[in-house]
């Protein structure tokens, strides 16, 4: 791996920069000990359809053990992960006023998949779309939002919000399959779309709960309202911690009313409607992920400073995709 003096310099002084300010980033992960160095990202591609962090990196005497979470930005649930062209390089001083790197001989290289997973429970309101701008599509919404409901787990909570010219509660929250999708299965009334009122309403509804909350809507994003009320629902969704999250119907769908209501409160939106993007909106509202540990032996064990060069490929619903990422660290 060849990488230039100047970027290595310039990196190296990224990060004494952000130690000697107490920022160095080190997030937590309940499957490793206290021993795990401070990282920090430079460069982390999520542009080719996945989403790599380290979560920390082990040294153990000769082994080093880097834990790679990983999200798929297709937003559907990473099936199996392949590390190619994994490169470890040492930094070192040179003796000449310079730093140089090289490149470490690893060996025993193991990819493991762990699973994080909050167990904590969550409270989701499904929020349907009754506008007429959709009534040809809500035997197909119905379906989706049984989806949901059969993803849930024991504990989880779900109501049913419908909105139109008004919204409806059609059943309060429950944790009984049965009740939901009876609910579901209420009967229509078409009418022109209130989305950011009936947003309102799910943030009132879920105050009262308990565990992680979300609202996953099943609209095309269109509204009737005064386009001022948008940044204002936003704000209310990020100041209680409510990620909102689209499943698409409709051919004209809304996307600049998608995107910025997803982006700015941490949810997104799909216009696949399958039992594994609903999987997908459910992890992400329990801060599920996969965790893959990455171990190798390095011959040469006293280098402190290094850069880890990562090429992954993953396996989705849609097939495969591949990232690179660059990270630096520090070793205790």
Avoid at 8 to 32: E, N, R, T, Y
Wanted: charged share 20%; hydrophobic share 35%; aromatic share 10%.
């Amino acid at each position: 791996m060849v990488i230039s003096k100047t970027r290595i310099i310039i990196s190296i002084i990224a990060i004494f920069a952000v130690f000697l300010a107490g920022c160095s980033k080190k997030p937590s992960d309940p499957d490793i000990s206290d021993s795990v160095a401070p990282f920090i990202n430079q460069d982390d591609s999520t542009t080719a359809g996945i989403t790599t962090g380290i979560a920390g990196i082990e040294f153990t005497g000769n082994t080093i053990n880097v834990y790679l979470s990983v999200k798929s930005t297709e937003n559907f649930p990473v099936d199996s992960l392949w590390a190619g062209n994994f490169d470890i390089s040492e930094i070192y001083d040179n003796g000449q006023g310079g730093l140089d790197t090289v490149d470490l001989i690893y060996e025993d290289l193991a990819v493991t998949k762990h699973i994080f997973s909050d167990n904590s429970n969550v409270s989701i309101i499904l929020l349907k779309s009754n506008s007429s701008t959709v009534s040809a599509y809500g035997t197909n919404m119905n379906t989706g939002m049984k989806l949901v409901a059969n993803e849930k787990r024991a504990a989880d909570s779900l109501a049913v919000l419908a909105f139109h010219s008004y919204d409806t509660l059609l059943t309060d929250f429950t944790r009984n399959i049965a009740l939901i999708e009876g609910a579901i299965d209420e009967p229509d009334y078409w009418g022109r779309s209130c989305q950011f009122r009936a947003l309102y309403r799910a943030i009132d509804e879920l105050m009262d709960q308990t565990g992680r909350k979300g609202i996953i809507v099943f609209g095309d994003g269109l509204n009737n309202e005064d386009p001022r009320e948008q940044n204002a629902v936003i704000d209310s969704l990020v100041n209680c911690n409510i990620p909102v999250y689209f499943v698409v119907y409709g051919d004209t769908p809304d996307t600049n009313c998608l995107e910025t209501i997803c982006n700015q409160t941490g949810g997104f939106y799909t216009y696949y409607r399958t039992s594994a993007s609903m999987w997908a909106m459910m992890d992400d509202i329990r801060n599920n992920y996969d965790l893959y540990k990455i171990s190798w032996t390095r011959r040469t064990p006293s280098g402190r400073r290094g850069i880890i060069d990562i090429s992954t490929q993953y396996q989705s619903a849609i097939g495969i995709s591949s990232s690179t990422a660059l990270y630096y660290f520090e070793a205790p």
